[in-house]
């Protein structure tokens, strides 16, 4: 495998579900991050991870949970969602953190909360 | 912050014309501004980049242009085919160092 993996690449999960999506990165980058994508609106970072430390939430709702356990894994763990968070979600990673010259993207989960 | 403008959401060109799709940003320290090309079913990928100490950038059919003062830059596909359908994003590197988003150009390009 080689860049940004993304599994599960499509999620249909009832408002009461508990599931995770999972992100692997096989560049040996540093940082990763979480976005998401609606039809129509700029992507939205909502997570950033620097050698499995978060270093930003941005204003995210707590039903969202994110997880790095280590450089190459980030995962996130989604919990009670509403329909309005049905969307593309997009792992990415960077060789540093913030580094925009070297930040590639996973092909995405395209999740659909019922 | 940085609040990035991209314009048209949707764009159909006629094989073999031209297509140019525009954005504007508000940071004026921003000074990284990448454009990205999204296929159906796949993530985003960089397709080419410009610094704010050049005007413009050519790499084979696309071109990217860039005016400071005016705090607009643009991407230029020429002799489009049918392979560069696809939705492109561009994005400025705000002051935090993060990037910002355009809300996408769908691009069409018609046989």
């Known amino acids: 495998e080689t860049g940004v993996t993304q599994t599960p690449r499509h999620l249909v999960m009832g408002m009461t579900n508990k599931k995770s999506l999972k992100c692997e990165q096989h560049?040996?980058?540093?940082?990763m991050y979480w976005y998401k994508q609606s039809a129509k609106k700029p992507l939205e970072l909502m997570f950033v991870?620097?050698?499995?430390?978060?270093?930003e939430n941005n204003s995210v709702p707590s039903r969202f949970s994110p997880e790095c356990p280590n450089s190459s894994h980030l995962f996130l763990h989604l919990h009670t969602l509403q329909p309005e968070d049905s969307a593309l979600y997009l792992c990415?990673?960077?060789?540093?953190?913030?580094?925009?010259?070297?930040?590639?993207f996973g092909p995405g989960t395209r999740l659909l909360v019922l | 912050g940085e609040n990035v403008e991209q314009h048209p959401s949707t764009l159909s060109v006629q094989e073999g014309d031209s297509a140019v799709i525009k954005c504007t940003y508000s940071?004026?320290?921003?000074?990284?501004f990448p454009w990205y090309k999204q296929e159906l079913g796949k993530g985003p990928q960089l397709i080419i980049d410009?610094?704010?100490?050049?005007g413009e950038k050519k790499d084979q059919r696309i071109a990217v242009t860039l005016n400071k003062t005016a705090k607009h830059f643009s991407l230029h596909i020429t002799e489009t085919q049918p392979e560069d359908s696809a939705v492109y994003f561009c994005?400025?590197?705000?002051?935090?160092?993060?990037?910002?988003f355009g809300a996408g150009t769908q691009v069409v390009v018609t046989p």
């Open positions: 990415a990673s960077s060789q540093v953190l913030f580094e925009a010259e070297t930040q590639y």
């Open positions: 560049l040996g980058h540093n940082a």
């Open positions: 991870y620097s050698l499995e430390e978060r270093v």
């Open positions: 940071d004026s320290a921003s000074n990284y």
């Open positions: 410009i610094r704010s100490n050049v």
């Open positions: 994005a400025a590197l705000d002051s935090w160092g993060k990037l910002q």
